[in-house]
């Protein structure tokens, strides 16, 4: 399975700024997805993010708000914009692996950015 | 996709099998079931997914009834470390995971 890092691993903010979380995968993926996953909640899927193209966004996120990169097979970033406190979550980024002897995917998640704005 | 219904919460004593229910009465022939787990802070793990068949790997087992409509996630021995939340997907290839509630478990000493 894939070994996802994300970077940071959690951060304060003031409200009215950015944050740019980083996600690096240890092998080349085509899908990686971002999450949101609010205090006591389950995840959120925020956007699809495809090499090459522009991310998709589920109903509910905007690119405006959530602005997505990526640059590579291996990298993207999720860029936090104009903060609340009502953006205070965890942000996880994930990758999709096909199984060749299942014949299925498999998403695989990254630890997690912890986010509190103040 | 089929939605899921999962217990919110259960208890396993430690060293006991858990066994975590799943309802998935409106599965269609190509949904698979999937289950992962997420441990208090963490990003969610991948435990196991099933078809048809049932199926065995090194952290668990799936036992999917014959007409599909439920499963069962198995720990053979829980440890404390398997204190997490544990959810059940329905997914056709393709789709997103959708991520509902859960089951709440807590290992007990």
């Known amino acids: 399975s894939a070994v996802i890092s994300q970077k940071p691993s959690r951060d304060i903010c003031q409200r009215g700024t950015s944050l740019t979380i980083q996600c690096q995968v240890d092998?080349?993926?085509?899908?990686m997805f971002w999450y949101r996953q609010q205090p006591g909640q389950s995840l959120t899927l925020i956007a699809t993010?495809?090499?090459?193209?522009?991310?998709?966004?589920e109903s509910g996120f905007v690119i405006d708000k959530f602005p997505i990169s990526r640059p590579n097979l291996t990298f993207s970033t999720l860029t936090v914009s104009n903060m609340s406190p009502e953006d205070s979550s965890i942000y996880l980024c994930?990758?999709?692996?096909?199984?060749?002897?299942?014949?299925?995917?498999?998403?695989?998640f990254g630890p997690g950015t912890r986010l509190l704005v103040l | 996709d089929a939605k899921t219904t999962q217990p919110t919460s259960m208890d396993c004593a430690e060293g006991r099998a858990a066994n975590l229910p799943c309802n998935h009465s409106t599965i269609s022939g190509n949904e698979y079931v999937y289950w992962y787990r997420q441990i208090h802070s963490q990003g969610p793990q991948y435990i196991i997914h099933?078809?048809?068949n049932n199926e065995t790997n090194e952290m668990a087992s799936l036992i999917i009834t014959e007409d599909r409509k439920s499963s069962t996630l198995i720990l053979p021995h829980a440890t404390l470390r398997d204190t997490a939340v544990y959810y059940c997907i329905v997914r056709v290839a393709g789709n997103q995971f959708y991520f509902g509630t859960g089951t709440s478990l807590t290992v007990i000493p």
């Open positions: 993010a495809n090499q090459g193209s522009e991310a998709t966004y």
């Open positions: 099933g078809l048809k």
């Open positions: 994930s990758v999709e692996q096909y199984g060749w002897e299942k014949g299925q995917e498999t998403q695989y």
């Open positions: 092998s080349q993926v085509t899908m």
